[in-house]
């Protein structure tokens, strides 16, 4: 006989191992890309698409049922093509870059714009400590699929380092049609 050292959350007291089962996989062949997850998204040099698995990252689309729910982190996968990448930016949390397939530039950024980049080839990663500008680059010639984690079950929206991009940080969550 097994005896659980832990209780469960409330939420998960009285369901049965083919609900909690149902509910807390992911499979990717499920997922939907996310082409418009991010603001900066919209903009050429930026374009990326989110498959998220657990909670909805700094999308702040918290409201995706087809994702695990989050409790202390959040997980994604993007998919990156060649020249593409993401907006200068920091969060309130740390947040990891976890290369599976491909190759991506990472930077590091002071506030005078100087950038420390690194190559992060399959199997290695990067940790973006809070406040800390940082971002990356698909400068390969091949898409780049990597995994990245958030340590807040709902971090904040995207702190761009850009005042424009700042300001209209929550723009792609304005345009989603409502129910």
């Keep these: ?5 832990h209780p469960r959350p409330p939420e998960l007291e ?7 089962a149902a509910r807390y996989v992911g499979r990717f062949r499920d997922k939907t890309p996310d082409w418009a997850a991010f603001e900066d998204a919209k903009i050429e040099g930026f374009k990326r698409a989110q498959h998220r698995f657990i909670g909805a990252g700094g999308s702040g689309k918290h409201d995706d049922a087809s994702a695990i729910p989050a409790r202390g982190f959040t997980l994604s996968i993007m998919y990156v093509e060649p020249g593409q990448g993401n907006a200068a ?18 930077f590091f950024e002071d506030e005078a714009g100087n950038k420390a980049w690194r ?7 990067a940790a973006c400590p809070p406040g800390v500008i940082h971002g990356y680059e698909n400068r390969s010639l091949e898409p780049v699929y990597f995994q990245v984690m958030l340590g807040r079950a709902q971090p904040e929206l995207m702190g761009y380092a850009s005042d424009d991009l700042f300001q209209k940080r929550d723009g792609h969550l304005k345009s989603i049609p409502r129910a």
């Design 1 to 5: 006989m097994a005896t659980a050292r």
């Design 14 to 20: 009285h369901a049965s191992l083919e609900d909690i």
């Design 89 to 106: 930016h920091t969060h309130e949390v740390e947040e990891v870059f976890f290369v599976l397939q491909g190759f991506l530039d990472v």
């Design 119 to 125: 190559r992060l080839a399959p199997w290695e990663c």
